[in-house]
T-cell receptor, first 118, second 110 residues
């Protein structure tokens, strides 16, 4: 089974702190993603990466950065945590299954990190 | 208009009934469509995907896609209390961007 591991299940930080959220996958997937999930807003894409040292902005990248130095590891960094970054953060990796011109991307999620910024 | 819309629910159905979950999307170029199930306090897990018009069946689950109407649905037959969860619709757009709806909470009561 695919395993996507997030380093912390719960995290409490103070405003202004630099926060690192780590994610590791063991299936040699090329694609990795960071989402945040908030009530009423659903899952929103922060950043994603299709290859080592590669990153692309998602829908809400402001206040975040990422690092992908190794294929299996994708880190999310909050440069200066703010209270509006209190959220559930979900890491995912995916395999691509090509069918002609259509690709199906199956996401496998980690168990999530509930971050509270005080 | 949201890119992927779902009724937040809750949708309440009795055990053994058919639960029908609906999703509409705005981008006509969308290629693939996914249904994820998320239990309370857990992360989403993929249960179905579909990319051609029509129906796709997998056990008690049937995904239905109508690209002309920009509509995708999930039917759960013989609903069980263990099916109680939030169901997320996700749509893959042309830029390989996966957009999620906010989810529909399903409650199956005995």
């Amino acid at each position: 089974d695919v395993k996507v591991t997030q380093s912390s299940r719960y995290l409490v930080k103070r405003t202004g702190e630099k926060v690192f959220l780590e994610c590791v996958q063991d299936m040699d997937h090329e694609n990795m993603f960071w989402y945040r999930q908030d009530p009423g807003l659903g899952l929103r894409l922060i950043y994603f990466s299709y290859d080592v040292k590669m990153k692309e902005k998602g829908d809400i990248p402001e206040g975040y950065s990422v690092s992908r130095e190794k294929k299996e590891r994708f880190s999310l960094i909050l440069e200066s945590a703010s209270t509006n970054q209190t959220s559930m953060y979900l890491c995912a990796s995916s395999s691509m299954v090509g069918t002609g011109t259509t690709t199906n991307e199956k996401l496998f999620f980690g168990s999530g990190t509930q971050l509270s910024v005080l | 208009q949201k890119e992927v819309e779902q009724n937040s629910g809750p949708l309440s159905v009795p055990e053994g009934a058919i639960a029908s979950l609906n999703c509409t999307y705005s981008d006509r170029g969308s290629q693939s469509f996914f249904w994820y199930r998320q239990y309370s306090g857990k992360s989403p897990e993929l249960i179905m995907f579909i990319y051609s018009n029509g129906d796709k069946e997998d056990g008690r689950f049937t995904a239905q896609l109508n690209k002309a109407s920009q509509y995708v649905s999930l039917l759960i037959r013989d609903s069980q209390p263990s099916d109680s969860a939030t169901y997320l619709c996700a749509v893959m757009q042309l830029a390989d961007k996966l957009i999620f709806g906010t989810g529909t909470r399903l409650q199956v009561f005995p």
